[in-house]
């Protein structure tokens, strides 16, 4: 059974960093695609970034490019968002979400962020960016 488990999420300061962590079970990242989505009060869901096993390659919004990066850890078998330069635009609910439909990040580019490809999703990780 799939399961994710995001953790890292705090209150940060503009312009600091946090370091998101989605811990997953039940399947081998190698044959799946994980992503970042985050949800703010009042706004759609938003793909952040994603990272596909079969070819590790990555996919970036460029709402965040230059400033988040996904990582993964096979050993470990967690994905890691690693967010700098934080603003307080950033705050929402973070998730992360497994498929096994999308193949590769970097071929399937924006198409790899919508949602609609995600089958399984983990409880989300609130990042509060305030002064």
């Known amino acids: 059974q799939v399961h994710l488990v995001e953790s890292g999420g705090g209150l940060v300061q503009p312009g600091g960093s946090l370091r998101l962590s989605c811990a997953a079970s039940?399947?081998?990242?190698?044959?799946?695609?994980i992503a970042w989505f985050r949800q703010a009060p009042g706004k759609e869901r938003e793909g952040i970034s994603c990272i596909t096993g079969s070819d590790s390659t990555t996919y970036t919004a460029g709402s965040v490019k230059g400033r988040f990066t996904i990582s993964v850890d096979n050993a470990k078998n967690t994905v890691y968002l690693q967010m700098d330069s934080l603003k307080p635009e950033d705050t929402a609910l973070y998730f992360c979400a497994a498929s096994n439909r999308v193949t590769s990040a970097q071929h399937m580019g924006v198409i790899s962020l919508l949602s609609g490809w995600y089958d399984n999703w983990g409880q989300g990780t609130q990042v509060t960016v305030s002064s």
């Open positions: 039940g399947f081998t990242l190698d044959a799946y695609a």
